[in-house]
């Protein structure tokens, strides 16, 4: 007896992990900002990784089918579909302004407001926001009134955007370490790098994990 046959249908769409969720709301919410869709260096600047992180997240959205990319075109990504989730759920994080010498990044005197940020970016570790003064970071789409989003974390790799402490002073920088040498790069050819001595009170704390455009503001880091 002949097996019957299976009728062909809707291939069915895989479901996405979490930073495959974020990637694809990334994405979405940069079109709906600029018109355009995202290079790789903007997606993984909005997100916090680098470029290597964000391509293979695009090819696994492609691959489920949730992405294509249209030919010949520099902004080549389109969404077929969008996640299959209910309202996205929002947070609270502090808003951190001009962090004194000796204090806790999330002491008292720091924190200016609350903002509400998609439960996604927080889901694996505390996280503060941190708006953003000057130009330092133009390069990698972070401008003078920004709000940047930190996950907090003491350590973080070479290419990291990160939030460092550096003799008391706040600063947003593209983490460079190379051998036994640290440097604090701005993504402006504006601005040199900022050289880590082993004798200068440095700490980081926390990777950039979001970019939020706001009203440009007084109480910030750069």
């Given at each position: 007896?002949?097996?019957?046959?299976?009728?062909?249908?809707?291939?069915?769409?895989?479901?996405?992990?979490?930073?495959?969720?974020?990637?694809?709301?990334?994405?979405?919410?940069?079109?709906?900002?600029?018109?355009?869709?995202?290079?790789?260096?903007?997606?993984?600047?909005?997100?916090?990784?680098?470029?290597?992180?964000?391509?293979?997240?695009?090819?696994?959205?492609?691959?489920?089918?949730?992405?294509?990319?249209?030919?010949?075109?520099?902004?080549?990504?389109?969404?077929?579909?969008?996640?299959?989730?209910?309202?996205?759920?929002?947070?609270?994080?502090?808003?951190?302004?001009?962090?004194?010498?000796?204090?806790?990044?999330?002491?008292?005197?720091?924190?200016?407001?609350?903002?509400?940020?998609?439960?996604?970016?927080?889901?694996?570790?505390?996280?503060?926001?941190l708006k953003v003064v000057g130009d330092s970071m133009i390069k990698a789409g972070i401008k003078a009134g920004d709000l940047v989003i930190v996950r907090q974390q003491p350590i973080a790799e070479n290419g990291d955007i990160v939030v460092a402490l550096l003799d008391g002073e706040a600063t947003v920088k593209r983490l460079s370490i190379c051998e036994e040498v640290i440097q604090l790069c701005?993504?402006?050819?504006?601005?040199?790098?900022?050289?880590?001595?082993?004798?200068?009170?440095?700490?980081?704390?926390?990777?950039?994990?979001?970019?939020?455009?706001?009203?440009?503001?007084?109480?910030?880091?750069?």
């Amino acid at each position: 007896m002949a097996t019957p046959q299976k009728r062909p249908g809707r291939p069915r769409i895989a479901e996405l992990t979490g930073s495959q969720q974020r990637t694809l709301a990334e994405i979405q919410r940069l079109i709906a900002r600029h018109n355009l869709p995202p290079t790789m260096q903007e997606l993984a600047t909005a997100m916090g990784v680098n470029s290597a992180s964000a391509y293979e997240q695009v090819n696994q959205l492609v691959r489920k089918g949730y992405l294509k990319r249209e030919p010949r075109k520099a902004r080549n990504l389109v969404v077929l579909r969008t996640a299959a989730e209910e309202v996205a759920e929002l947070v609270e994080v502090p808003i951190i302004g001009t962090v004194a010498a000796g204090q806790p990044i999330l002491a008292d005197e720091n924190i200016i407001g609350q903002a509400m940020i998609e439960g996604a970016l927080v889901r694996r570790g505390r996280c503060f926001a941190l708006k953003v003064v000057g130009d330092s970071m133009i390069k990698a789409g972070i401008k003078a009134g920004d709000l940047v989003i930190v996950r907090q974390q003491p350590i973080a790799e070479n290419g990291d955007i990160v939030v460092a402490l550096l003799d008391g002073e706040a600063t947003v920088k593209r983490l460079s370490i190379c051998e036994e040498v640290i440097q604090l790069c701005p993504e402006n050819p504006k601005y040199r790098p900022i050289s880590v001595d082993a004798d200068q009170d440095f700490r980081i704390l926390g990777k950039v994990v979001g970019v939020r455009r706001l009203q440009a503001g007084n109480d910030s880091v750069g």
